[in-house]
């Protein structure tokens, strides 16, 4: 009776604890919906694009233009359809314009189309902190601060209304058709440099064959922290630019060249030399050769080229002939083309190299031998004709003594 009442005591008990449960767990729930369904809101609310349609109702007819007191005009023409495929298109245009609210604008006081380019300098760095961390220490940037009103800034080589997002592969790196447009956005600014690089062997896979194995500008120069190519640091690194390729397996099986560029480079003189340099002086500039030394920086050719192709002796000669101006028509016959010999390679070289190899340390080994010999016999016969020697001595006073008892 009492275990009874006991439990019919407890039951009440019970079914409050599991409704405040079951209360706990719907509220969690309710919550757990309403946060979703707030977060969509969030999301629907950023996927909605801007109404620029005020803006664009004057700067998306064609041939809007604004002029300078020197002369200069720019385009302020905004095409609706090319923005909204930009990487901008979910952007307000006060977000770069703040300073323009309604209509009329504020008077600009540019004085030329450069001068109106700079005023949005910094704009870039609101969304950009990484590259316009980068950008600090780039060429351009250096170049600009120092007067230089030909330096570019990003809207020179991004278009803020057209900019398309950079197509890239599964691993992160650029798609074909981009190294082709950044040669082709380089070269608003250097086109005697584009016109060299478009011949070479490095150019002609970019722009024409659209070969992602073959370097663009941005490859050797870099992209935001562009480093001069008069600089002390760039002539000094640039083997190690040129090795980021060239010792890569991958990519030079497909064309039959060594990988060895780098040790084979480093252990003659030339490369030794610079090696060093760059140790000791690293703030000096070196006058031994590097890589674009010999091979050519924007124009370089293929290896069989008839007219600059290092493989011909008589062009090898002529590249030699710049730093050993006595060099004779067997000079370039040194130069192994980057590759350490072997059977198949060089083997003339390869079979010389490996008699000495087999030779020196014989002889050395034999010579060692000899003087181990040597010392051995000094240090331990001699120990032992010491003791005979020692005994000879104490008898011969004996000896002469009873030889003269006798005489006596």
């Given amino acids: ?27 969690a729930i309710l919550s757990g919906q309403a946060q979703t369904v707030a977060a969509s809101a969030d999301l629907s609310r950023l996927a909605q694009q801007p109404d620029n349609s005020a803006c664009l109702a004057c700067h998306g007819q064609a041939g809007q233009t604004i002029s300078f007191p020197n002369g200069d005009s720019v385009t302020i023409e905004v095409n609706p359809d090319i923005y909204s495929a930009s990487m901008h298109q979910s952007m307000s245009c006060q977000v770069c314009h703040p300073n323009i609210s309604g209509y009329p604008h504020p008077k600009n006081t540019a004085q030329s189309a450069k001068d109106y380019t700079l005023q949005y300098k910094e704009t870039c760095n609101q969304c950009h902190p990484v590259q316009a961390e980068q950008l600090k220490d780039s060429a351009h940037t250096m170049l600009l601060e120092q007067g230089n009103t030909n ?42 440099i584009y016109n060299q690089y478009i011949d070479s062997v490095h150019g002609s896979g970019v722009i024409e064959n659209r070969n992602p194995d073959v370097p ?24 190690e630019i040129c090795s980021k390729c060239h010792t890569d397996e991958t990519i030079m099986s497909k064309y039959g060249l060594s990988t060895d560029v780098m040790s084979t480079y480093i252990s003659d003189f030339h490369g030794t030399t610079v090696t060093l340099f760059s140790k000791t002086d690293p703030d000096q500039q070196t006058n031994k050769p590097v890589c674009f030394d010999c091979h050519g920086v924007h124009n370089i050719a293929r290896i069989d080229d008839p007219q600059y192709g290092l493989k011909i002796k008589e062009n090898l000669l002529v590249t030699c002939k710049r730093c050993h101006p006595d060099a004779t028509a067997n000079f370039p016959e040194s130069w192994l083309s980057h590759y350490i010999p072997s059977p198949g390679k060089y083997p003339l070289v390869y079979y010389v190299t490996l008699f000495y190899k087999i030779l020196i340390p ?47």
């Avoid at 275990?3 to 604890?17: C, E």
């Avoid at 992209?223 to 083997?239: A, C, D, E, Y």
């Avoid at 034999?366 to 331990?380: H, T, Y």
């Fill in 1 to 27: 009776m009492k275990r009874t009442f006991r439990t019919q005591s407890l039951l009440p008990s019970l079914l409050a604890a599991m409704a405040f449960l079951s209360a706990i767990i719907a509220l």
């Fill in 151 to 192: 330096a570019p800034t990003c809207s020179d080589c991004h278009h803020p209304h057209e900019q398309k997002a950079i197509s890239k592969n599964s691993d992160g790196s650029p798609a074909p058709s981009e190294h082709a447009n950044i040669a082709l956005v380089c070269a608003k600014c250097h086109s005697l």
């Fill in 216 to 239: 663009a500008c941005t490859d050797c120069h870099g992209v935001h922290k562009i480093t001069g190519p008069t600089g002390t640091n760039f002539r000094l690194t640039s083997p």
């Fill in 362 to 408: 014989t002889v050395l080994g034999a010579m060692g031998i000899f003087v181990l010999s040597d010392i051995f016999n000094k240090l331990v016969i001699k120990k032992k004709r010491k003791p005979v020697a020692q005994e000879a001595n104490v008898e011969m006073p004996e000896k002469s003594k009873t030889e003269s008892n006798r005489e006596g």
